[in-house]
């Protein structure tokens, strides 16, 4: 079974970047990063499969740049330009199986979740 390891989490000032991790202990098709905010619905960044092209949800794509190493079992997501409305839990998830790519931010599809790691932006 594989797991997910998110790291990365901070509290950072509004305007800071910051960059988070998920290592995979095993191989993936797809990776892809999600943030909720108690009471709210989780909501898709971006994610990523083994053909490398990533799909930005629209909300966030100018902030956010998500990149993958070699082997394909690590995604990092690098964010710009924080703002508390940014505070949130941020969760890495994958599946082994590969999906359509207009598919690729539908969270019901991912089958393994990280724990979660939070990210406080402060104004």
């Known amino acids: 079974v594989v797991q997910l390891e998110e790291s990365g989490g901070a509290s950072v000032q509004a305007g800071a970047s910051l960059t988070l991790s998920c290592a995979a202990s095993g191989l993936t098709s797809a990776m892809g990063w999600f943030r909720q905010v108690p009471g709210k619905e989780r909501e898709a960044l971006a994610a990523?499969?083994?053909?490398?092209?990533?799909r930005y949800a629209d909300f966030v794509k100018a902030r956010v740049t998500v990149s993958t190493n070699v082997a394909g079992n690590m995604l990092n997501l690098q964010m710009n330009r924080l703002e508390p409305m940014d505070t949130a839990m941020y969760y890495c998830a994958a599946r082994a199986a590969p999906i359509n790519r207009e598919d690729l931010l539908r969270d019901e599809l991912y089958t393994t979740w990280g724990q979660g790691i939070q990210v406080t932006v402060s104004s």
């Open positions: 990523v499969q083994s053909d490398r092209r990533p």
